[in-house]
């Protein structure tokens, strides 16, 4: 660049933009991509939830906020939210059982402990394809042997993958369905969880392995010389000091359920008649198989709602962990 | 004696230990199990017994009556997934130290704000945003490209968030000594603060790596071509073929190796990064 357009330069922009302009220098490759692909799809989504598609999708009719309000309040959207629910509580609850168990157990001074802390983490490395096929062995239902395994300990066989049980029979009311969950059980929507849950035990006990190292060696002694039993370490020590991680670990999981798609997608595609319909894959079966783009979006953004408020929980829980160091 | 006695006491523990690592293992040795079976053996009579009569390993490398994995489709599946997840972790890399640079080293008006933007954006999932974004790729010409599987996650706010922690920690003193050498800021980041954000760097790689390749619905979405598909999309569509199904097994062994392997070498990384790079050691 000449001399004299330099001083030009000089004169036109203050100190504050010429800042801001070489600021926007490394910040630009964000701020286009987040533009893109993060800030405009919100505004977009909110746009098409707007419209409906004629019969022979040849045409977009404008119905304003009725599509808002029809697909929120339809029976349909509760139904895939429940089901939502459930599978969060079927694949997070278990999981901090287990990865509590599995985290103490290799949290034992033992020789060679590690290679038990690796291999109970490792299921982390799973995807949710891997995953699914993994459990396949066990649910497909001519290929799998988790009946043959029932069989052997003289139980009856099961409708894996294939039975929707509470999710697909009649019921008088919400609270009539919920009392089905008892005795007639989703059993394609525990199947999906069964498979889940074994992806999430990695998560579990590699985040709470990582919480128990920071649990100081100086309060189990102290509660030895107090003439503590194992049973009391865990009660009054372990899990108080533990509490913070297995309720960050939580959250991710509860946010992960609700993010959930290839399981469904692979073993059950939402059925068998909607009994695993959860809320991302009603999203992805509206928009992308039935091409009801507008409805899809208005699901979308609800899903986002909710995503919003767990988010909000974990960035405070990961904020107190930060302050606490 | 005293060893013996020791490793006598230490027993039951060890026993928990292993009967807990079995059961949580058992899917992944079935699955193998099965990729090891003739095809005949899922379409007469199944289920197969467990271990078959007869290991096939040509289903792993060929050379039996059928392809095996390493010949067929999972090469290039395998390919796919490598170059997505690498461009993404690169240009992850890139985008976010750049930007955690102007939010640590720069002063600029507006700059706490913008910040916020940026953490904002970890509060959008993909999953809520794939319609547009579908829509945009499609625009785009990018469907069935390399282009269209990579572009939504090449920028992230969890990684500029993770790396400016981290910038955070090095001394404002480097930069003025940098400066009085008459290092630019772009020859500062590049020269000085990467060297020095080894660590952090790497937790973001490895974050980055794992997360792009086990992405399932976007590859889903975007990809249509059977030659454009990533590993996750193909063993998925290997497995619903009965008539092909211990070669995918023995596919989906192949695919989950090279992630355990990344995730035994670098979990103290992954879980940092899942914890906000918050966890020390």
């Avoid at chain 1, 697909?71 to 895939?80: G, I, K, N, R």
């Avoid at chain 1, 089901?83 to 999981?95: D, R, S």
């Avoid at chain 2, 020791?6 to 928990?16: D, E």
Wanted: a neutral charge; hydrophobic letters at 55%.
């Amino acid at each position: 660049m000449s001399a004299p357009t330099r001083a030009a330069r000089r004169l036109l922009l203050s100190k504050p933009v010429r800042q801001l302009l070489e600021a926007l220098l490394f910040l630009a490759p964000s701020i286009v991509l987040f533009g893109t692909f993060v800030f405009y799809p919100l505004g977009k989504s909110v746009y098409l939830g707007f419209f409906i598609d004629n019969p022979f999708h040849t045409r977009q009719i404008y119905v304003g906020f009725d599509q808002y309000r029809d697909v929120l309040t339809s029976t349909e959207f509760a139904a895939s939210l429940i089901v939502t629910v459930t599978f969060t509580l079927y694949t997070v609850a278990p999981a901090v059982v287990i990865g509590t168990l599995l985290a103490v157990l290799a949290n034992q001074r033992l020789p060679g402990i590690s290679i038990f802390r690796t291999i109970f983490s490792s299921t982390l490395a799973a995807s949710v394809a891997i995953t699914s096929v993994l459990w396949l062995v066990f649910l497909h239902p001519e290929i799998g042997i988790a009946n043959e395994m029932l069989n052997a300990l003289g139980l009856p066989d099961v409708g894996w993958l294939k039975d929707g049980g509470w999710a697909v029979a009649e019921h008088d009311s919400a609270w009539a369905m919920v009392g089905a969950w008892f005795y007639d059980p989703n059993w394609a929507l525990l199947s999906v969880s069964m498979a889940t849950l074994w992806m999430n035990t990695g998560l579990f006990t590699a985040i709470l392995l990582a919480g128990l190292q920071t649990i100081p060696d100086e309060l189990y002694e102290s509660a030895r010389m107090d003439g503590a039993g194992r049973w009391d370490e865990f009660r009054h020590v372990t899990l108080p000091m533990l509490s913070p991680s297995i309720f960050f670990a939580s959250v991710v999981g509860v946010i992960f359920a609700f993010q959930a798609f290839g399981q469904f997608n692979i073993l059950t595609q939402g059925g068998p008649v909607d009994s695993t319909n959860v809320v991302l894959y009603s999203i992805y079966e509206e928009a992308f198989q039935n091409f009801r783009v507008g409805a899809a979006s208005v699901q979308a953004l609800a899903l986002f709602a909710i995503m919003l408020g767990l988010t909000l929980v974990q960035f405070r829980l990961l904020e107190r962990r930060v302050f606490y160091r | 004696m005293i060893a013996a006695r020791q490793v006598l006491r230490r027993l039951p523990a060890y026993a928990v230990l292993i009967a807990c690592a079995a059961l949580l293992l058992f899917p992944l040795f079935v699955t193998f199990a099965y990729s090891l079976h003739p095809v005949v053996d899922f379409v007469e009579n199944p289920p197969p017994s467990l271990w078959p009569d007869d290991p096939q390993w040509g289903n792993y490398f060929g050379g039996g009556a059928s392809s095996g994995a390493i010949e067929g489709n999972f090469p290039r599946y395998l390919l796919n997934s490598f170059v997505m997840a690498g461009v993404i972790t690169l240009g992850q890399l890139v985008t976010s130290s750049m930007a955690a640079y102007a939010f640590t080293f720069l002063r600029f008006p507006g700059r706490d704000y913008l910040f916020l933007v940026f953490l904002a954006t970890m509060m959008v999932p993909l999953e809520v945003a794939i319609i547009p974004n579908f829509q945009t790729i499609q625009w785009l010409g990018w469907t069935d490209t390399y282009q269209g599987l990579v572009a939504p996650f090449l920028a992230t706010g969890f990684g500029t968030f993770l790396l400016r922690q981290y910038f955070r920690t090095i001394p404002t003193e480097l930069r003025d000594a940098a400066e009085m050498d008459g290092y630019g800021h772009f020859r500062f980041l590049w020269r000085v603060v990467v060297p020095l954000s080894g660590g952090a760097l790497a937790t973001l790689a490895v974050f980055a790596f794992i997360q792009a390749w086990n992405q399932y619905l976007w590859p889903l979405l975007v990809t249509n071509d059977p030659d454009m598909r990533t590993v996750q999309i193909g063993i998925a569509s290997e497995t619903a073929q009965i008539d092909k199904i211990s070669v995918a097994f023995a596919g989906t062994i192949i695919s989950f190796l090279p992630m355990l392997l990344l995730v035994v070498a670098f979990q103290r990384y992954l879980v940092r990064g899942l914890l906000g790079g918050a966890v020390k050691g």
